[in-house]
């Protein structure tokens, strides 16, 4: 069932963060809830003061293949609000936010 008042965010990518931001901004402004995705190089979004930010006012995951496979780089942290998940999850997402973007 889709939440009518829930954002999904999907980032692939390290090209668009501050596009993410101000759409996360956006949507909680608009006292929408925000779901934000992270895999592949947009796992690098966890580096950024807005992830850090953003974590305290959205939910915020981190696909569990994407974690695993940048453990042999130089991944240094994993924000504290970012909880891994398994890829599975993405699709969860995708059924139950009533709109979502993919950066």
């Known amino acids: 069932m889709r939440a009518e008042k829930t954002l999904g965010i999907i980032v692939n990518s390290n090209r ?3 596009f993410v931001e101000k759409l996360a901004d956006a949507a909680l402004g608009q006292e929408k809830q925000v779901r934000i995705h992270l895999l592949g190089s947009g796992c690098e979004f966890t580096k950024t003061d807005a992830c850090t930010r953003l974590c305290r006012l959205a939910q915020v ?3 569990t293949l994407t974690a ?3 453990a042999v ?3 240094d942290r994993h924000q504290p609000g ?3 998940v398994p ?3 993405l699709s969860l997402i995708l059924q139950d ?3 979502y973007v993919v950066f």
């Open 97 to 99: 936010c009533y709109r």
């Open 73 to 75: 780089k130089p991944f």
């Open 82 to 84: 970012v909880v891994v």
């Open 16 to 18: 668009y963060f501050g």
């Open 61 to 63: 995951t981190l696909c």
């Open 87 to 89: 890829p599975q999850e």
């Open 68 to 70: 695993q496979q940048n």
